[in-house]
């Protein structure tokens, strides 16, 4: 047996065996890209097409809170929404590789246990990246700008990833528990009212106070709304509640929270799938 594939032969060098397993399975991922692009040209396309459908189509009938422009303020929710949509996706490759045997076949390989996880969530980040890059382009060509300087919109895109860290983690778990590609469609409906249930497209102070209050407390909320302050976004600052003057702090916490409990959840559901 080659060093390569002798397990036994490798303690001294676990974190690098590992991490060349999990690049090993990202390559795996970017392989699928490169022979389904239109795939990957639909999950880029199609916030761009919400985005444009709200600034241009819908957008004229909604007021932001101190007269801003609601395209300004449209842009840093749709980051956020799109961040959290990319839960399907990850929910449906994890049930399509576990009804297609792979996850076990992987298992039972000379393998790291960790890699087949941390290149499901490093490809999903790549990807995740690219739409960011992609959805603030097309907003730029809009003629949206943000205001704060180039560390601020750095430290906005960072919140924005670290939501997205987050969710992957809830896709993951969810798709082993559901087991097949069919039952996603569930979690999209209960996806969307999630979504819309948020600031991203229309302020808190712009609903019924119960409905504004749910919508606050948000984890998307928090994370918009924290981008929309970090980009300098004018009179986009949100009300006087607590959440909206902690919303920094909220996009930091609110994902280490569902990090805190999916995390776990997830790598013991992947260690009970042989058992």
Same mark, same amino acid.
Do not use: C
């Given at each position: 047996?080659? /060093?390569? +594939?002798?397990?036994?032969?490798?303690?001294? $060098?676990?974190? &690098?065996?590992?991490?060349?397993?999990?690049?090993?399975? +990202?390559?795996?991922?970017?392989?699928?890209? /490169?022979?389904?692009?239109?795939?990957?040209?639909? $999950?880029?396309?199609?916030?761009?097409?919400?985005?444009?459908?709200?600034?241009?189509?819908?957008?004229?009938?909604?007021? @932001?809170?101190?007269?801003?422009? &609601? =395209?300004? &303020?449209?842009?840093?929710?749709?980051?956020?929404?799109?961040?959290?949509?990319?839960?399907?996706?990850?929910?449906?490759?994890?049930?399509?590789?576990? $009804? =297609?045997? @792979?996850?076990?076949r992987f298992r039972s390989m000379p393998m790291a246990p960790s890699a087949v996880l941390v290149g499901r969530s490093v490809l999903d980040m790549l990807q995740s990246a690219l739409s960011l890059c992609v959805l603030i382009g097309v907003a730029l060509a809009m003629g949206w700008r943000w205001h704060d300087g180039l560390g601020d919109a750095l430290y906005a895109v960072g919140l924005l990833l670290w939501l997205r860290f987050a969710m992957l983690w809830i896709g993951i778990h969810l798709g082993m528990v559901a087991g097949r590609p069919e039952l996603v469609q569930a979690v999209q409906i209960l996806v969307w009212p999630v979504g819309f249930l948020s600031n991203a497209f229309s302020a808190p102070e712009n609903m019924p106070a119960w409905l504004g209050t749910v919508a606050e407390w948000n984890p998307m909320s928090a994370t918009a709304a924290a981008v929309r302050d970090l980009f300098g976004i004018p009179g986009a600052g949100g009300g006087g509640s607590w959440a909206a003057e902690h919303a920094r702090l909220l996009a930091v916490c609110w994902p280490l929270f569902l990090l805190a409990v999916f995390f776990p959840l997830a790598v013991g559901r992947f260690r009970r799938l042989s058992h």
């Open positions: 047996m080659s /060093a390569a +594939t002798d397990t036994t032969a490798r303690p001294a $060098n676990t974190l &690098y065996w590992a991490l060349a397993d999990s690049w090993t399975m +990202t390559r795996r991922g970017l392989a699928h890209w /490169a022979r389904r692009p239109v795939q990957v040209v639909v $999950n880029l396309v199609f916030p761009v097409m919400m985005l444009l459908m709200f600034a241009y189509f819908l957008g004229g009938g909604m007021t @932001v809170p101190g007269g801003g422009d &609601y =395209k300004e &303020y449209l842009v840093p929710g749709m980051l956020a929404l799109t961040m959290a949509f990319g839960l399907e996706g990850t929910m449906l490759a994890v049930t399509t590789d576990l $009804n =297609k045997g @792979v996850i076990d």
